[in-house]
């Protein structure tokens, strides 16, 4: 009965190419956010929505977009993908409706490799 | 820029001894930090977390310290287990940002 999952765990495709990833919660909490943890293992927070508010790290390109059909999901489109793109991809979510000021529960991971 | 940094890549100490891994910030905007801890091919895992207000955070063997005029804290556990054995991030929050540290690997033997 998992918290935070994501798929799929592994996502190989080529360049130039669009996709998705799905990330779901199953706490009930108010606020999600996707990761990306770059070749360094440095985590670094791409965005963090709850139904009233959307942050974005200003250095996230405008090829990644997080849609959200509901207060559960939180899906990562990205169009265009580059080589740059490769990575571990975190799906995480917090309750409250402060983002960053509470525990974050994590998905497993998606690991994206770009050819 | 690497607000956050966990100088040490790697720690090994013995089962049952004390374990003490550090962090440092740069950015005095941070007003609240949290440990993870991760294990091979899952997410990062609560552990502790503490205000800016606090000097000192304690939940069963795990204890954070903040030294805010250091821009300093770290993180406690005693006594030791294998089971700790993972990668350690630290990671700083404030003004609608979030920054991890490169992480501490934890090796403790039995």
């Known amino acids: 009965d998992t918290a935070v999952s994501q798929t799929p765990k592994y996502l190989v495709t080529q360049m130039g190419n669009d996709k998705s990833i799905k990330c779901e919660q199953n706490l009930g909490h108010d606020t999600m956010y996707w990761y990306k943890q770059d070749s360094k293992k440095f985590l670094k927070i791409m965005f963090s929505?709850?139904?009233?508010?959307?942050?974005i790290n200003e250095t996230v390109p405008n090829r990644f977009s997080p849609k959200s059909p509901d207060k559960a999901h939180l899906n990562l489109h990205i169009n265009s993908l580059e080589l740059g793109d490769s990575a571990v991809y975190f799906c995480?979510?917090?309750?409250?409706?402060?983002?960053?000021?509470?525990?974050?529960?994590f998905g497993p991971g998606t690991r994206l490799t770009v050819l | 820029d690497q607000q956050v940094k966990q100088n040490s890549p790697s720690l090994s100490v013995q089962e049952g001894r004390i374990s003490i891994l550090n962090c440092d910030y740069t950015?005095?905007?941070?007003?609240?930090f949290l440990w993870y801890k991760k294990y091979p091919a899952e997410g990062p895992t609560f552990l502790i977390s503490?205000?800016?207000?606090?000097d000192k955070n304690e939940d069963g063997r795990f204890t954070v310290f903040l030294n805010k005029s250091a821009k300093h804290l770290s993180l406690h556990i005693v006594p030791s287990q294998p089971g700790d054995s993972a990668v350690y991030f630290c990671?700083?929050?404030?003004?609608?940002?979030?920054?991890f540290g490169a992480g501490t690997r934890l090796t403790v033997k039995p």
């Open positions: 929505y709850n139904n009233k508010e959307l942050i």
């Open positions: 503490i205000s800016s207000i606090k």
């Open positions: 990671a700083a929050s404030g003004n609608n940002d979030m920054r």
């Open positions: 950015n005095s905007m941070f007003d609240y």
């Open positions: 995480a979510s917090s309750q409250g409706g402060r983002p960053f000021y509470n525990e974050q529960f």
